[in-house]
C-alpha cells in the first residue's frame, strides 16, 4: 500500500513567486491535514480537511496561503506570493474518519526555500 | 509557555541502556498523546499511543502517563543504534477535531 507522497520533495523560488505543494494522501483516508515545520521550531499544524471540506484552517498563517482538496483525494498547497519566512518543511498527514486506528501517517514532507 | 514542552537533547545512550524521554503538555483538557520517531529527512512515524493514566509497553517501548501532572514519557529499553533519531511527543488537541500539537522533539543518539 502506497503511503502518504508529497511533491516536489525540495522547492528553491525567490521571494514574490508561487510555489504550489502536492499531497496524494492514503487511499481512503478520508481526513487530511497539512503542518509545517520552521528551522529550529517545532512542527505546527496548518489545516484539516474532512473529505473535501476544511475541517479547520486554524493554523494557516494568513491568506498568501490557500488550499483545496478537490474532490476529497489529493490536495494542495498554495503559496502566493511567498515571502523569506515561509521557508520549512511541509509535512501532510492523513488519517481514517472514524479515528481507529487513530494514526496519522506523514509524507516525507516538501523542504521549501524561498530566496 | 508552549503547549507541548520536550527537551531538545541531544540525549546520548549506549548501546543496551535506557532512553527515557520525558514531555509535558499545558492544555489539562488533552486525553490522546502520541510519540512519533523521526530519522533525519524522513517522516514523522508512530510508535505508541496512550490515552490512560498509566504505563503502556509494545515491544522495547514503554509510554507513561500522568494526566495529573500534565506529563506524558517514552522508555526505550535495550536501545539499539538503530533508535538513533527524533522523538517527537504530540498531544491531540481539544479545541480541534484531529489536530496535534508537537514538542520540538529530543534527539537520541545511541552510542556503540
Known amino acids: 500500500e502506497a503511503g502518504v507522497t508529497q511533491f516536489p520533495s525540495h522547492s528553491v523560488i525567490e521571494k514574490g513567486q508561487t510555489v504550489t505543494l502536492r499531497c496524494d494522501p492514503i487511499s481512503g483516508h478520508d481526513n487530511l491535514y497539512w503542518y509545517r515545520r520552521v528551522m529550529g521550531k517545532e512542527i505546527k499544524f496548518l489545516l484539516h480537511?474532512?473529505?473535501?471540506?476544511?475541517?479547520?484552517e486554524s493554523g494557516m498563517p494568513n491568506n498568501r496561503f490557500l488550499a483545496e482538496r478537490t474532490g476529497g483525494t489529493y490536495s494542495t498547497l498554495k503559496v502566493q506570493p511567498a515571502e523569506l519566512e515561509d521557508s520549512g518543511v511541509y509535512f501532510c498527514?492523513?488519517?481514517?474518519?472514524?479515528?481507529?486506528?487513530?494514526?496519522?501517517?506523514f509524507g516525507q514532507g516538501t523542504r521549501l526555500t524561498v530566496v | 509557555q508552549k503547549e507541548v514542552e520536550q527537551n531538545s537533547g541531544p540525549l546520548s545512550v549506549p548501546e543496551g541502556a535506557i532512553a527515557s524521554l520525558n514531555c509535558t503538555y499545558s492544555d489539562r483538557g488533552s486525553q490522546s498523546f502520541f510519540w512519533y520517531r523521526q530519522y533525519s529527512g524522513k517522516s514523522p512515524e508512530l510508535i505508541m499511543f496512550i490515552y490512560s493514566n498509566g504505563d503502556k509497553e509494545d515491544g522495547r517501548f514503554t509510554a507513561q502517563l500522568n494526566k495529573a501532572s500534565q506529563y506524558v514519557s517514552l522508555l526505550i529499553r535495550d536501545s539499539q543504534p538503530s533508535d538513533s533519531a527524533t522523538y517527537l511527543c504530540a498531544v491531540k488537541a481539544t479545541d480541534s477535531w484531529g489536530k496535534l500539537q508537537f514538542g520540538a522533539g529530543t534527539q537520541v543518539v545511541v552510542t556503540p
Open positions: 480537511f474532512v473529505k473535501e471540506s476544511k475541517q479547520d
Open positions: 498527514a492523513s488519517s481514517v474518519l472514524d479515528g481507529s486506528p487513530p494514526e496519522a501517517f
